[in-house]
């Protein structure tokens, strides 16, 4: 891709143009070098008239139980958005599809109305096999759809424990999804998970299944109080509402809810949150640009396979082999 190819991209961005929108979105997620080299480029061009820090859109991130119909609950809030008057970009995050290096979530299917709606951009986001391919793609990504003019960015994240909190730290709001069952309230849900989240919304509480609607209630009475003991004195205390995604009943209440924390946070104190989101993302940068780089240096690629024969047959201790990886990556060619 030539200079005068990333400058068509740029503007084909700005003009909100959904082809130039998908095809800087492959770009910036490729891991080949020169992909790399061009996604920054593109995105230098961007920031020239769009400051990823100082951008109005509205980011939440999106996670929940295992069965807990995050993507129903992402379509009923997203169609929620457009018949507002919002753009509604929607990133799905896939840690799980690092054997292949490819998202195998079909979110374009399982949100068949959303996907054809003309003000949303439903794209799934392959981790490229790392937390550090998470952030860079999705972080990057998130900038373009910004830049074309989506106001709203919802991250959806499919894994559990770390990538959660990665997804945590490149968005404004956090909001954890659970449902009601007739266990523990608490089982599954660690108290990280707790720490990190913003709101908290008990899915599938439909107000015509009247004991579904209790136990709903009930698991959100019994989460509130966990939460109050998670927080110290003074933080902000997430939320705990009841929504049904597949009814739409009460979602605009979860949104009511995302906005207060953005109100909570106010100008000075988003403003904040999100320049060091920008630092520790520049040092995710910095990590993954070496992890790439050591996985394509010369030194290593020769006696990679050496290395992994002998510390399969047990001939080479794991740190004896790290140091010897890192030597080669440090002689010079």
């Known amino acids: 891709m030539s200079d005068d190819l990333v400058t068509q991209l740029a503007d084909g961005i700005r003009e909100q143009k959904r082809a130039a929108v998908a095809r800087a979105i492959t770009l910036v997620e490729s891991t080949k070098p020169a992909h790399r080299e061009q996604a920054r480029a593109l995105l230098t061009a961007l920031a020239e008239t769009h400051s990823a820090a100082d951008s109005s859109a509205v980011r939440v991130g999106i996670s929940g139980v295992p069965g807990v119909g995050k993507s129903t609950f992402i379509e ?33 299917t399982r949100m068949a109305r959303l996907s054809v709606d003309p003000h949303a951009f439903i794209r799934p986001s392959p981790s490229a096999g790392t937390l550090g391919g998470v952030a860079r793609a999705t972080v990057q990504a998130m900038t373009v759809l910004e830049a074309a003019g989506y106001d709203v960015i919802l991250v959806e994240t499919v894994g559990v424990g770390q990538s959660e909190v990665t997804v945590a730290g490149m968005v404004d709001t956090f909001l954890f999804l659970t449902i009601a069952n007739t266990g523990d309230q608490l089982q599954g849900i660690k108290k ?70 953005r109100a909570h946070l106010g100008e000075a104190g988003l403003h904040a949150k999100r320049a060091e989101q920008q630092l520790e993302f520049t040092w995710a940068l910095v990590r993954d640009e070496l992890d790439q780089r050591l996985r394509h240096s010369p030194g290593v690629r020769a006696i990679r396979d050496e290395i992994r024969t002998t510390v399969l047959s047990g001939e080479l201790p794991a740190t004896v082999a790290a140091d010897r990886l890192l030597a080669a990556y440090d002689a010079p060619e």
């Open 76 to 108: 009923a809030l997203g169609t929620l958005l457009t018949s507002q008057g919002h753009k509604v970009g929607v990133l799905a995050v896939d840690p799980s599809s690092v054997r292949t290096g490819g998202s195998v979530l079909g979110d374009k």
């Open 192 to 261: 990280g998970i707790l720490e990190i989240t913003d709101v908290v919304t008990v899915n599938k509480a439909d107000p015509e299944d009247e004991a579904r609607a209790q136990q709903a209630r009930a698991a959100a009475r019994e989460l509130s109080g966990a939460l109050r003991l998670v927080r110290g004195k003074g933080e902000w205390v997430p939320p705990v509402v009841t929504a049904s995604g597949l009814t739409g009943h009460d979602v605009s209440g979860v949104w009511e809810q995302v906005l207060a924390h």
